[in-house]
C-alpha cells in the first residue's frame, strides 16, 4: 500500500461544494485535469447522484468520494464497493464506526482490480472538547485522534483525512507513510472563509500532507484556472 499512498499527479483536490451539477461540470470545463483532482461531497452527491461523478470521470479527474460511510460493517463494506466499482480513485469512511467496520471496508475495496484510497475521517475538527464529553469519550481530542488513526492503520486504510497541523504527528505515528488528506489550505493572502487554522499549500506538503484539499479560494476565485496553476507552481518543486 506504500507506494499507493501519493500517487504521481496532481496534490491538489479541488471540493466541488456546489449544489447542482451544472456548476461542477462548468467548473470541470474551466480547469484540466493535469492541475487537479475533485471531491464530490455529501450535498452534491445528494443532489446530483453517481451520474455526476461518472461524467467527470469521464472528462479525466481523479474523484475524491467524500461521503464519510458509517454504518454497520456489511453495509459500509457493500457501499465502498460500489465506489471501487464506479472507478473513483478515493472514498472516505469514519474511523468510529470500528475495527470491523474497517477492515470490511478495506477487504471490499481490494475485490476490484485498481482499488481507491481508502482514507479515514478520525474526529470531525468540528466537535470540541465538550461534544467529545457529551459523545461519551475521554481524554484530549489529539488522543482521540491518534487512537482512531492507530485503528485505521490497523485495518489496513491508507491513510486519514487531518488538519494539517496534525500532519507531522500523524505520518511519526503511522510508521509507513500515511495519505494525509488536509484541508483547512489557504493560498498566501486568500480569505479564510470559515477555516480558522490554516496552512498555505506549500508548508502543508512540507509538514507531511500528501494531498491538499481547497475548494472556495479555487472555485470561488475570477480565474480558477490562474489560482490552481499558481498553486501548482508553488509546490512544484516539493
Ligand atoms: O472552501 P474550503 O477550502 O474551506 O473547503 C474545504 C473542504 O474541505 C470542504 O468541502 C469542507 O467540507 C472540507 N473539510 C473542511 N474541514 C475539515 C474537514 C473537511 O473544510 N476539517
Request: proline fraction near 5%.
Amino acid at each position: 500500500m506504500v507506494e499507493r499512498t501519493v500517487a504521481k499527479g496532481p496534490r491538489v483536490v479541488v471540493a466541488l461544494d456546489f449544489d447542482n451539477a451544472d456548476q461542477a461540470r462548468a467548473f470541470a470545463r474551466r480547469v484540466r485535469p493535469e492541475l487537479c483532482r475533485l471531491k464530490v461531497g455529501k450535498e452534491l452527491f445528494t443532489r446530483a447522484g453517481p451520474r455526476v461523478v461518472q461524467e467527470l470521470m469521464g472528462a479525466g479527474y481523479d474523484i475524491f468520494l467524500d461521503l464519510k460511510f458509517h454504518d454497520i460493517p456489511t453495509t459500509v463494506a457493500r457501499a465502498c464497493r460500489a465506489a471501487a466499482d464506479m472507478g473513483v480513485w478515493m472514498v472516505n469512511v469514519h474511523a468510529s464506526g470500528g475495527g470491523a467496520m474497517l477492515r470490511a471496508a478495506r477487504d471490499a475495496v481490494e475485490g476490484v482490480a485498481k482499488p481507491p484510497l481508502l482514507i479515514a475521517v478520525t474526529l470531525l475538527t468540528s466537535l470540541s472538547l465538550d461534544d467529545l464529553r457529551e459523545l461519551g469519550y475521554a481524554g484530549s481530542i489529539e488522543s482521540n485522534v491518534q487512537r482512531l488513526a492507530i485503528l485505521a492503520r490497523e485495518a489496513g486504510l491508507d491513510g486519514v483525512v487531518c488538519s494539517a497541523h496534525e500532519a507531522a504527528m500523524l505520518q511519526t505515528l503511522w510508521g509507513t507513510p500515511a495519505c494525509l488528506v488536509t484541508p483547512g489550505i489557504r493560498p498566501a493572502g486568500s480569505a479564510l472563509n470559515d477555516q480558522s487554522r490554516v496552512m498555505t499549500p506549500h508548508e502543508a506538503l512540507k509538514a507531511g500532507a500528501s494531498y491538499l484539499v481547497i475548494g472556495r479560494p479555487i472555485t470561488g476565485a475570477v480565474d480558477p484556472l490562474a489560482v490552481l496553476a499558481s498553486i501548482n507552481s508553488d509546490i512544484a518543486a516539493l
